[in-house]
């Protein structure tokens, strides 16, 4: 009994509980109350011309009068409601205004016209049947959004009418209500169908809203919404002239977990991860841009604070995630962070600048976080130039290569050159590879540079003595298609060049980008003859177990840990544990940058061979005469 009443008070009220829904009906009655009033009013006031003679005047003109002031009234104020959003509390009253002014409405109607009925001859009579016959299936059509407010117009309208209609004695009229009846309840039955089927629709475009902007994997907002969120948040501080930041990180050996233990393992940490962010930035818009990307927006806070912050979020990355099924991993995050208003633009450009910064992150302070600056400013325009310049600049004349002698302390010999690539811009001069192979990497010209460099490179050693190599850099675009490797071989065939003299230096940041390709093709590479080094080794984050898959056969140790080595014991012992390393894995071993006479003698004493730097020669157009550096090295 009680269930009932409860079922019925529900099925005769607003939908409760779901604003998306109300506001869908909402917007679809502001266009069409009006509507269904103007369709009232008309009816009503040819209904009253036809009475007009016969009917007292209160009920042919006064009452319909102040009926059509109520109705104007309320056409006003939907019509003013058009288009506008509104707050949810608000639509919510104006539905349930709906709601009691339809039962008051239709009495006021049925009432009016049933009383209507004495006066007047039958044609008059079978006016006001048709009228109120007519009218509610108009009106009920233009309330179907609201199951509640139709079914009350419906329900007073018709049982009134077929009340009256039935107990009229007229057998023309009881056959109308007979009528009316069936016809009722099939409008009544479409009206609960159409009702679903509305209702579903709105659910699922709610549904598929959702989707569209969640990231699936950690329930975070996804790239999409980041994007929309981020322009929302752009104008607001524009108007209103508050600080915004945002933040993008990028996690630093999530691929390596993602291979090592598979992917089941690798989502799982981006859970982990997301719940980390999530829980660290309580009232900041974290979102996951894809891979193992992230993105944060932080409004109103001082720049000053922001790196400070920044670190912190990177700290936190850096300590161990214990996984569902019991593995412990390390990882760390690097962040870029742009603020506004310090630098001008757009939504977008706030966005690439925080990207910039990440970028310098990765390269220059892994594992922490970098705020964009005006020198980054610079940076980035002056790539930008040089990214133009590349563009037009005739690669095959402004290329050059030059040479630095890979020296052996054993044998005071030198064994090797490494080419280096130099760009003569008509434009900006002498252009260091360190500035624009980066540029030529993202806008792909270096597949196009390779190629040129390895061709010149290889034309000058092809008239070196036949025992000193040629080491030459490729950069990680020319490890990940089939066509540029092959060019690389068909480049190296041509030369006259003997494989075996030659060495390919990957960096291990390249190689972590694909390594399931990298280690394929350098594979190719190596089974044409060609040596495979490790460039750079230690300032990445490979791990050493992914890196013995690879079939290197030489590792360069990064000049960071080489400078002022003799004075630093913490230097020391990393370059003697990365020589110990080496030759247990059996590979060969490089000291690059080496520039002293004291860092000699360290590297002699821990009984490294193989050195590079400026000490023993500085890249040059022209190789040394062997016997130069020698005696430099003796001396
Ligand atoms: P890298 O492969 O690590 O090359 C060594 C860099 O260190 C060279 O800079 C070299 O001039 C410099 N260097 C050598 N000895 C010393 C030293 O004792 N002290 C100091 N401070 N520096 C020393 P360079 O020629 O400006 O090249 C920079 C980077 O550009 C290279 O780093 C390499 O990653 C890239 N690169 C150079 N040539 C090519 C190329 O043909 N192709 C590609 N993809 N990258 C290249
Ligand atoms: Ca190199
Ligand atoms: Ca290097």
Redesign the pocket.
């Known amino acids: 009994m009680i269930a009932a009443f409860r079922f019925l008070r529900e099925f005769f009220s607003v939908p409760r509980g779901q604003p998306e829904l109300r506001q869908a009906q909402y917007r679809a009655f502001s266009k069409q109350i009006p509507l269904m009033y103007f369709i009232l009013l008309t009816n009503t006031w040819i209904l009253c011309g036809s009475v007009y003679s016969s009917a007292p005047i209160e009920l042919s003109i006064y009452f319909p009068m102040v009926l059509t002031a109520v109705c104007v009234f309320r056409i006003a104020s939907w019509w003013r409601s058009r288009g506008k959003s509104t707050t949810d509390d608000h639509v919510a009253r104006a539905l349930n205004r709906t709601n009691r002014l339809a039962a008051v409405i239709a009495i006021a109607f049925t009432t009016w016209s049933i009383s209507l009925f004495p006066y007047g001859g039958p044609l008059q009579q079978a006016h006001v049947a048709f009228y109120m016959a007519i009218t509610v299936v108009g009106c009920i059509f233009c309330l179907m959004h609201l199951r509640s407010a139709a079914f009350i117009v419906a329900l007073i309208v018709n049982i009134g009418f077929i009340a009256f209609f039935a107990t009229s004695g007229e057998p023309v009229f009881i056959a109308t209500a007979a009528n009316i009846a069936l016809v009722s309840v099939t409008m009544l039955i479409m009206l609960l169908i159409y009702y679903r089927d509305f209702t579903d629709m709105v659910r699922a475009r709610i549904e598929n809203h959702r989707l569209a902007n969640l990231d699936p994997l950690t329930n975070l907002p996804n790239r999409r919404r980041f994007f929309s969120e981020l322009v929302e948040a752009f104008a607001t501080a524009t108007t209103n002239g508050d600080g915004l930041a945002v933040a993008v990180v990028d996690l630093d050996g999530f691929k390596p977990v993602n291979d090592t233990y598979g992917h089941v393992v690798g989502d799982e940490l981006l859970i982990a991860v997301g719940d980390r962010l999530g829980a660290l930035c309580k009232s900041i818009f974290v979102a996951r841009l894809g891979g193992d990307e992230f993105a944060l927006i932080l409004r109103g806070r001082e720049q000053h604070e922001l790196l400070g912050f920044g670190n912190l979020v990177c700290a936190r990355l850096r300590e161990s995630f214990a996984l569902p099924n019991g593995h412990m991993v390390q990882i760390a995050g690097s962040m870029g962070i742009a603020t506004f208003p310090e630098h001008d633009g757009d939504a977008m450009k706030l966005y690439e600048k925080a990207d910039y910064a990440l970028y310098h992150s990765k390269r220059n302070r892994r594992g922490q976080a970098v705020v964009f600056t005006s020198r980054h400013e610079e940076e980035l325009r002056r790539d930008a130039d040089i990214q133009q310049a590349l563009t037009r600049a005739d690669l095959e004349h402004e290329l050059q ?2 040479f ?1 002698p890979i020296f052996s302390l054993r044998s005071r010999q030198i064994v090797a050159y ?5 760009w003569h811009s008509a434009e900006f001069g002498i252009v ?3 500035q624009f ?1 980066p540029v030529a990497e993202r806008c792909d010209l ?1 597949q196009q ?2 190629p040129i ?1 390895l061709q010149k490179a290889l034309a000058n050693a092809a008239i070196w003595d036949d025992d000193i190599r040629i080491s ?4 990680a675009k ?1 490890l990940t298609s089939s066509e540029g490797v092959l060019r690389l071989i068909a480049t190296i065939n041509d030369s006259g060049v003997s494989p075996a003299r030659i060495d390919l ?1 990957i ?1 291990e940041t390249s190689i972590l980008q694909d390594i399931e390709r990298v280690h394929l093709y350098a594979r190719m590479l190596r089974d044409l003859g060609c040596g495979i080094s490790l ?2 080794f230690g300032t990445g984050f490979s791990s050493l177990s992914q890196l013995h898959s690879l079939p290197l056969t030489k590792i ?1 140790i ?2 960071s840990f080489v400078s002022d080595l003799h004075r630093k014991p913490a230097s020391y012992k990393i370059v003697k544990s990365m020589l110990a390393l080496a030759r247990d894995m059996g590979l060969g071993c490089i000291v ?4 002293s006479a004291e860092e000699t003698a360290a590297l002699t004493e821990m009984g490294c061979d193989h050195v ?4 023993f020669g ?2 040059a157009a022209k190789i040394e005469a062997p016997g130069q550096i020698a005696r430099r090295a003796a001396s």
């Open positions: 290569v030059v630095q490494e080419a280096l690539a130099r260091s590879p360190a192979i270096v540079m390779t460099l030459f850099n490729l950069s020319d230096e960096t460039d750079d360069k990064d000049r690059e940058g080496v520039e590079q730097g400026y000490y500085r890249p």
